[in-house]
């Protein structure tokens, strides 16, 4: 099947395969307590530093959900941005499963800055307010941009300042870390992240995520004014995301991240084999920089055909800095690119006539499939 959908369509990766069928030898005690998951907790010690606290879940909702219980009391509420997937893409799962009300600030680009928490300041300490508990950041964005280190650690020190966790979805964290060429833990716990929904199934996985406790530091918060990392555990369970099988999902995780005592990064090879032969450090390094490379090609290519004209040919939305491009371009065009690939329409477009459309790569994406379909946006214009 030929796509630009979304990095969630692309198949397993070998590597990970190979991970869950090594994983298939006889039987291990159940619910996480086994040697490949306290391999995989071993491993997070040593990519995100020695707090580190990993929980292989079965989905990106249920860890952002999960992560957001844990950080937040009772009467918190998260502070995220108007496009963020907790806000806009998990039915409402933060709020109804999580019983939090997430207060949403404009973006640009999908990133927010510090004024998000100043916004809110005033709400602290009023009975009549919900309370702004936690800073929740997607890395990448939902529109495809990346924070820097620089801004991460702004807006965390903003957030401790005022006394909120900072949560990163991180369902792409791994493209992120390609693109500023640094390893997990300098986006995560080096700039002072509390926890993370770290992606697994967009980066070659083939099912299942984990959340990460990266500090206890702050409030006791809760349902139970337990620390993140103690409350995490039971609210797995309670949110119905604990697999009796957990061994197979820490094998992924295992298999991405790598094994103990191997390079935590290394350098990425841009040009990545889809096959994942490339030499370039962990797996997760190696699909995420081939992934983002894809869509730098991709937009490499529509502007090189001299398709770039705004208002009549393809007009390209927002940086490129991860795996994922954004158009518009006109409805018949798209629905004639359609015929050929599958992607999702985003917006409508600034006009009746034409429609903003989201064209993303993974791990499998080759440079072949890319430069035929940007003939094939060619032709349709
Ligand atoms: C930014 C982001 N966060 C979270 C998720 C949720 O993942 P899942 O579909 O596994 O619940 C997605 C899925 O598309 C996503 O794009």
Known sequence: MQHFASDNYAP??????????????????????DPVSARLQHRAEEVFGERARIFPVLNGTGANVISLMAAAPRWGAVITSDVAHVHTDENGAPERVGGLKILAVPSRHG?????????????????????????????????????????????????HAAGLRVHVDGSRLANAAATLGVGLREITTDVGVDIVSLGAAKNGGMLGEAVVVLSDDGAAAGPAGAAPSEAV??????????????????AQLLALLG?????????????????????????????????NAMAARLRAGIEAAGLLEPGVGVDLRYPTEANVVFATLPRVAADRVREHARFYDWAPGETADRVEVRWMCAWDTTEADVDAFVRVVGAAL
Do not use: C
């Open 12 to 33: 397993v990766h070998p590597e990970v395969m190979a991970a869950v069928a090594a994983a298939n030898d006889g039987a291990a005690v159940a619910y996480g307590d």
């Open 111 to 159: 990133r927010i800055g510090p004024d998000a928490v100043d916004r809110y300041a005033g709400d602290l300490g009023d009975v009549h307010r919900a309370q702004p508990a936690v800073l929740s950041l997607t890395q990448v964005t939902e529109l495809g941009t990346v924070y820097s280190v620089a801004d991460l650690k702004l807006l965390a020190d903003t957030a």
């Open 233 to 250: 555990p039971y609210l797995r369970k309670a949110t119905m995301q604990l697999a009796s099988k957990t061994r197979f999902v820490s």
């Open 259 to 291: 094994e103990p005592g191997t390079p935590t990064s290394g350098t990425p090879a841009s040009a990545a084999t889809p096959s994942g032969s490339a030499e370039g450090g962990p797996l997760w390094l190696r699909n995420a920089a081939h992934s």
